[in-house]
């Protein structure tokens, strides 16, 4: 294969290389081409300057020959002027001289405007050939620096092809060394694989040989041993105990809980956002406790009340599945009986679904026409609208193929094994549309919530919901992705255990004939198990009755650690629960810390930058605040303005600050009690109205009270949970806003003190001038 693909590279670079030869070609033609026509011009350049010079030549003699005739002119107007006295002496002997000069001077004339006109016309025809070979000098000088340019372009074409066709060159000759020595390799490892097959002929001619041996002796055996073959019967070969794979049985649990731990955390992050949801709804758009909600918010808020007995199922069904898978069983789809119930728990859940998603659409549609909405939020709650039907649809979806697969388990003919891969594979392309629609939802409600925490009628009650909210959502998202990515990586492996059954069989025919096969398996473990139990040697009476005593406080000290063991694992989960609800709490208080330390670092700035001229003005109207506030402050202050030049600083400190601490002790008991008051009216409202409606169910189903008061316990509780938290969070704020107002306190104060001590400095530079 290395070869070939080296052979196929080696051909695709040798046509590269042709093509690049033929172009190379063809650019060296054009090249040659435009040197011949660059030669041509520099030949037409030269007769032109040739041309040029003859004409120069031409005009020189020209010009030579005007001066010629011009001095000429004038020794002729020269002998004139000296025969016309001449001729005023002797007129009479003259006239014929004066016929004879008047000739000659119209010859001369005519001479004369003949070589005028002829050296006019040369200098016109000289001009226009001196203009006309300029313009062809310079055409032919930009054709040239043009000419000169393509073929230095070209010559860089034709170099760098040149150096390309070199380093393909070097490349194909290595790769040809290196195939060469590929080559010879291969030609040796076939030499050898020749001769590892003539070894292996001979094994297989053996074996084959110790095999019909062996084949026949089985076959004698079974002829004369077996009554009959129970595999031939596929109803017959069911009930047969296939091999234990105890690997298999410890892979399939631990994927068990792993799925366990992802459900729990779906679960928690479920029941998180359906009570903040709640909330939310008594809080937005119309607070609860200022006027009432309306009617269509009043029935939502009732339906997300009972979310916990609806979401809580999902978990005890995924732990009894667990449960159900031990190394002793043989897990398949006929086996795991307890699927069905965790589909009948997640049926349950998704009618809870579809009974809130009017309600909440209808929410949405509310926010949108109060008067609060915008533009931008109107815009997220119909996307977030959106988000919640496709999130029931998923749900839906993936309930259909989980109630497929626990088909196998309930009834034979519900779902064909060809069918069991198409259905486990579109159960993880439904998980990861979960995830999807999970992050659209925690998108959008980030973008909701922000828009929210802007408008100027947004209390911080909306505002710690909302990211309450948010961390839900984001949690969620979290363990649909971990589902998702689990599932994914792990389907492969179901599509290859559902061959797990009887041997050379389909698999299990029925419920029945595999509840059959694991009784039989319990049997001949047991039956197995014994004959390998060795005998214990026996132990004398005596010894016996003597060590009667130590053996029953042994099992009394052992039943009560095994008490001591359960009560402590219920504890570790009690303070795991705890645990996840404080750090949820913690993950808020550290929100609101950031926020804080925000503002107080906005605030800071501000007054940092509002320094200036004024300072002294306004640490004098701060001392006037406080000593507004207490008495006793005014009068620590007071003793600090006197005109002593040594003021006692540390004193004064420290009697503000005890001042303040004691202010502060004072509000936080002040406060507790009051949370502890409000805290303990409330439980006792609620314990009455939840005592009303525990009396009025009780009157109109008893037959039922076993199961309401297994949903009212586990409603109380999420209730008490939420109130926890609630309270919680408002005790948090309002240590935080404490702290907050102790720390402006304190850098109020050092600046007084600065303040004060300058000013002094000040007043003391004064007295000494």
Known sequence: MASAELQGKYQKLAQEYSKLRAQNQ????????????????????????????????????????????????????????????????????????????????S???????????????????????????????????????????????????????????????????????????????????????????????????????DLSGRLEESLSIIT??????????????????????????????????QALAFV?????????????????????????????ISPLNQKFSQYLHENASYVRPLEEGMLHLFESITEDTVT?????????????????????????????????????????????????????????????????????????????????????????????????????????????ISKHYSQKATIEHELPTATQKLITTNDCILSSVVALT??????????????????????????????FISPLSAECMLQYKKKAAAYMKALRKPLLESVPYEEALANRRVLLSSTESREGLAQQVQQSLEKISKLEQEKEHWMLEAQLAKIKLEKENQRIADKLRSTSSGQGLGLAQEN??????????????????????????????????????????ARIVELTSQLQLADSKSVHFYAECRALSKRLALAEKSKEALTEEMKVAVQNISRLQDELTTTKRSYEDQLSMMSDHLCSMNETLSKQREEIDTLKMSSKGNSKKNKSR
């Open 264 to 292: 729990q955390d779906l679960v928690t992050a479920l029941l998180n956002f359906h009570t903040y949801t709640e909330q939310r709804i008594q809080i937005f758009p119309v607070d609860s406790a200022i006027d009432t």
């Open 26 to 105: 063809v650019l060296k033609k054009g090249v040659v081409d435009e040197q011949a026509n660059s030669a041509a011009l520099k030949e037409q350049l030269k007769m032109k300057d040739q041309s040029l010079r003859k004409l120069q030549q031409e005009m020189d003699s020209l010009t030579f020959r005007n001066l010629q005739l011009a001095k000429r002119v004038e020794l002729l107007q020269d002998e004139l002027a000296l025969s016309e006295p001449r001729g005023k002496k002797n007129k009479k002997s003259g006239e014929s001289s004066s016929q004879l000069s008047q000739e000659q001077k």
């Open 107 to 209: 010859v001369f004339d005519e001479d004369l405007q003949k070589k005028i006109e002829e050296n006019e016309r040369l200098h016109i025809q000289f001009f226009e050939a001196d203009e006309q070979h300029k313009h062809v000098e310079a055409e032919l000088r930009s054709r040239l620096a043009t000419l000169e340019m393509e073929a230095a372009q070209h010559q860089a074409v034709v170099d760098g092809l040149t150096r390309k066709y070199m380093e393909t060159i070097e490349k194909l000759q290595n790769d040809k060394a290196k195939l060469e020595v590929k080559s010879q390799t291969l030609e040796k490892e076939a030499k050898e694989c020749r001769l590892r097959t003539e070894e292996c002929q001979l094994q297989l001619k053996n074996l084959h040989e």
């Open 620 to 661: 004098a109207t701060g001392v006037n605040v406080v000593g507004r506030e207490e008495a006793s402050a005014k009068a620590v202050l007071e003793p600090a303005q006197s005109t002593s030049l040594v003021p006692d600083v540390e004193s004064r400190e420290d009697l503000i600050k005890n001042h303040y601490m």
């Open 332 to 440: 398949v789809l006929e086996t795991t009986v307890k699927l069905k119930t965790f589909s009948e728990h997640l049926t349950s859940y998704i009618c809870f679904l579809r009974k809130i998603l009017p309600y909440q659409l209808k929410s949405l549609e509310e926010e949108c026409e109060s008067s609060l909405c915008t533009s931008a939020l109107r815009a997220r709650n119909l996307e977030l609208s959106q988000d919640m039907k496709k999130m029931t649809a998923v749900f839906e979806k993936l309930q259909t193929y989980i109630v497929l697969l626990a088909l196998p388990s309930t009834e034979p003919d519900g779902l064909l094994r060809t069918n069991y891969s198409s259905v486990l594979t579109n159960v993880g392309a439904a998980l990861h549309g979960f995830h999807d629609v999970m992050k659209d």
């Open 478 to 507: 979290n363990a649909a992705g971990k589902i998702a990515s689990f599932f994914s990586n792990n389907v492969d492996y179901f599509i290859a255990s559902l061959s797990y059954g009887p041997k050379a069989a389909s698999g």
């Open 224 to 257: 004369e041993k077996v009554p009959f073959n129970d595999t031939k019967y596929s109803q017959y070969n069911a009930l047969n105990v296939p091999l234990h794979n105890r690997r298999h049985q410890l892979k399939m649990r631990d994927i068990a809980g």
